[in-house]
RNA sequence: GGCCCCAUCGUCUAGCGGUCUAGGACACUGGCCUCUCACGCCAGAAACACGGGUUCGAGUCCCGUUGGGGUCACCA
């Protein structure tokens, strides 16, 4: 079935979005599917630009869709140059450029390709013009749904000859009583006994093409091998089985995947429940971590293998089709984000000081190179979401912190014992002489020993004090990284604010 | 409603007739580790939708039922 893949027979896959919204992560595994196929038979990644609905365009979308393909490190071989893409959507302005050897990848430019298919359709019998305007069908409809049978196009106009110089769309002529099947990759042998589907529009009255028309001429033109597509496209088949029948054109073997799910169950889809995927980069997430994540949603990696964590290399090397499930699957947000934590803890220590850094400037802190580099580490280790650093290192680079002393003396240690642990931890604090995190630990081990106190009572104390944060990296890691002055600052400023507080309590 | 697709723990999945008293992962619960939070480790609860066949034997093959999803546009 799928096996068509040999040496001779070159892989050649595509990614064709239609502008009329954002990227989300059902397109993207569908797409990255295809993508892992080309690569993982040195084939080669198409993206060709399906904006024949000129209704539904959406200025920008096209830009969208690449940044967020760029992010998520899915490479194009093959597609629009710059004019092409600047001339789909005026708005354009990004600095993509394709090209290649079977162009214009953007539908709008070559209408005249499809209008010539179509007059050949109808010139061979396979296809015929009709004139009836939009207020017949729905009448049409109507009637049909009022007497309970399924709505479609009567086929009024089949034997009509319309002539060709008014305006008119043209149409498919479906075979009711003929079955058909598909050979699917994934799904199987699909077999309609008959095509329940009627006349289907190849070409509108614009001049525009149908998906259809236009999948199936593109697809041909550009030589794609393999069509990875939602399952939403199994219904339609036939039609595409039968314009490839027509023309006398090979088939290219189709893989119609199951859907993605929200957490709903239902479909995700632009309209219902999706993400666009410029949303998991705000909110932290890596691309890595999603690509992992998808390529496990509707595939394995076969029988007796527990591994789940991939690397680019190791996903292209093992990708089949034969492995890809049958059955729709719910994206799992709780699994993602189990995910990402183990890609940031696998993360080189360099890269993560640097998306450190840049997300604790996008969240309005402006950090201290040397400080991050001393506590990165600690932090790199506890997190899920890159966003969850300003969080957790913030105390190393605002000036005035703000202490819950609710929670100190809570889940601490009352007021006065506070003082005496925040006390002597300073007093002894100050007599380090060398400030080095074992130092540190050694000396802050001291406090609660003398006061005959709790470790975790005492710490929870001085973590406030020192950091303002209930939650931080390990605390003699933290003081370190804060330096030797800035803690002590900091001691002495609780015990003052706690001082006041105190005696204000008494006075009350 | 017609047609089509699908069906193993809550979720993602392994399983391609006997080795399944059904394995792994996320999430969940308990414990250990521990200065908070994480990580890590150990343990636990948790599934073959149902009914018929076929077969010596069915989670695995066939049929039906049920349930879910998709699709029936001059949208993709």
């Given at each position: 079935m799928?096996?068509?893949?040999d040496?001779?027979?070159?892989?050649r896959?595509?990614?064709?979005?239609?502008?009329?919204?954002?990227?989300h992560?059902?397109g993207?595994?569908?797409?990255?599917?295809?993508?892992?196929?080309?690569?993982r038979?040195?084939?080669k990644?198409?993206?060709?630009?399906?904006?024949?609905?000129?209704?539904?365009?959406?200025?920008?979308?096209?830009?969208?869709?690449?940044?967020?393909?760029q992010?998520?490190?899915i490479?194009?071989?093959?597609?629009?140059?710059a004019?092409?893409?600047?001339?789909?959507?005026?708005?354009?302005?990004?600095?993509?450029?394709?090209?290649?050897?079977?162009?214009?990848?953007?539908q709008?430019?070559?209408?005249?390709?499809?209008?010539?298919?179509?007059?050949r359709?109808?010139?061979?019998g396979?296809?015929?013009?009709?004139?009836c305007?939009?207020?017949?069908?729905?009448k049409?409809?109507?009637e049909?749904?009022?007497r309970?049978?399924?709505?479609?196009?009567?086929?009024?106009?089949?034997?009509?000859?319309v002539?060709?110089?008014?305006?008119?769309?043209?149409?498919l002529?479906?075979?009711?009583?003929?079955?058909?099947?598909?050979?699917?990759?994934?799904?199987?042998r699909?077999v309609w006994?008959?095509?329940?589907?009627?006349?289907?529009v190849?070409?509108?009255?614009d001049?525009?093409?149908?998906?259809h028309?236009?999948?199936?001429?593109?697809?041909?033109d550009?030589?794609?091998?393999?069509?990875?597509?939602?399952e939403?496209?199994?219904?339609?088949?036939?039609?595409?089985i039968?314009?490839?029948?027509?023309?006398?054109?090979?088939?290219?073997?189709?893989?119609?995947?199951?859907?993605v799910?929200?957490?709903?169950?239902?479909?995700?889809?632009?309209?219902?429940?999706a993400?666009?995927?410029?949303?998991?980069?705000?909110?932290g997430?890596?691309?890595?971590?999603?690509?992992?994540?998808?390529?496990?949603v509707g595939?394995?990696?076969?029988?007796?293998?527990?591994q789940?964590?991939?690397?680019?290399?190791e996903?292209?090397?093992?990708?089949?089709?034969?492995?890809?499930?049958?059955a729709?699957?719910?994206?799992?947000?709780?699994?993602?984000?189990w995910?990402?934590?183990?890609?940031?803890?696998?993360?080189?220590?360099?890269?993560?000081?640097?998306?450190?850094?840049?997300?604790?400037?996008?969240?309005?802190?402006q950090?201290d190179?040397?400080?991050?580099?001393?506590?990165?580490?600690?932090?790199?280790e506890?997190?899920?979401?890159?966003?969850?650093?300003?969080?957790?290192?913030?105390f190393?680079?605002?000036e005035?912190?703000?202490?819950?002393?609710?929670?100190?003396?809570?889940?601490g240690?009352?007021?006065?014992?506070?003082?005496?642990v925040?006390?002597?931890?300073?007093?002894?604090?100050?007599?380090?002489?060398?400030?080095?995190v074992?130092?540190?630990e050694?000396?802050?081990r001291?406090?609660?020993?003398e006061?005959?106190?709790?470790?975790g009572?005492?710490?929870?104390?001085?973590?406030?004090?020192?950091?303002?944060?209930?939650?931080?990296p390990?605390?003699?890691?933290?003081?370190?990284?804060?330096?030797?002055e800035?803690?002590?600052?900091?001691?002495?400023?609780?015990?003052?604010?706690?001082?006041?507080?105190?005696?204000?309590?008494?006075?009350?």
């Open positions: 799928a096996d068509t893949i040496s001779k027979n070159i892989v896959t595509r990614f064709a979005p239609s502008p009329t919204g954002f990227l992560v059902g993207v595994r569908t797409n990255f599917y295809a993508w892992l196929l080309a690569r038979f040195g084939g990644f198409v993206l060709r630009i399906e904006d024949t609905d000129r209704e539904r365009f959406v200025p920008g979308a096209v830009q969208s869709i690449l940044e967020d393909l992010w998520l490190g490479d194009i071989d093959e597609g629009p140059t004019e092409e893409l600047k001339r789909c959507d005026p708005t354009y302005t990004g600095s993509f450029n394709y090209g290649g050897p079977y162009g214009p990848y953007v709008s430019q070559r209408i005249e390709r499809y209008k010539e298919v179509a007059e359709l109808v010139e061979m396979y296809a015929y013009r009709c004139d305007t939009p207020e017949m069908l729905k049409e409809r109507e049909q749904m009022a309970r049978e399924p709505p479609g196009y009567s086929g009024y106009c089949r034997t009509r000859n002539p060709a110089d008014t305006k008119h769309v043209i149409r002529k479906i075979p009711e009583r003929e079955s058909i099947y598909l050979d699917d990759a994934v799904k199987g699909i006994d008959k095509i329940s589907l009627r006349d289907t190849l070409l509108k009255s001049g525009f093409p149908t998906y028309l236009a999948v199936v001429v593109d697809d041909h550009m030589k794609i091998s393999h069509v990875m597509r939602g939403e496209w199994i219904s339609t088949a036939p039609v595409h039968l314009l490839y029948r027509a023309l006398g054109w090979k088939m290219p073997v189709f893989c119609h995947l199951p859907s799910l929200g957490q709903d169950g239902k479909k995700l889809s632009k309209r219902h429940g993400t666009n995927i410029s949303a998991f980069r705000r909110e997430y890596l691309p890595e971590a999603l690509l992992n994540l998808l390529l496990l595939w394995n990696p076969g029988e007796g293998e527990e789940e964590i991939f690397t680019r290399e996903m292209i090397r093992r990708f089949t089709i034969e492995n890809i499930n049958k729709a699957a719910v994206f799992s947000y709780d699994k993602l984000k995910m990402n934590g183990v890609y940031i803890r696998n993360m080189p220590q360099e890269r993560f000081i640097k998306e450190a850094e840049a997300v604790c400037l996008d969240a309005g802190i950090v190179e040397h400080r991050l580099r001393d506590i990165a580490p600690y932090v790199q506890r997190i899920k979401l890159l966003t969850e650093v300003p969080d957790m290192v913030k190393l680079f605002v005035e912190l703000e202490r819950d002393y609710g929670t100190m003396f809570k889940k240690l009352p007021p006065d014992m506070s003082l005496k925040l006390r002597v931890s300073l007093e002894k604090l100050e007599g380090i002489e060398d400030f080095t074992s130092r540190i050694e000396t802050l001291e406090v609660p020993q006061l005959d106190l709790k470790v009572k005492a710490f929870v104390v001085i973590r406030i004090a020192v950091t303002g944060q209930k939650v931080t390990p605390l003699f890691e933290s003081i370190y990284a804060l330096g030797r800035t803690a002590i600052k900091r001691l002495k400023e609780a015990i003052e604010e706690i001082e006041s507080e105190h005696y204000r309590a008494k006075e009350g």
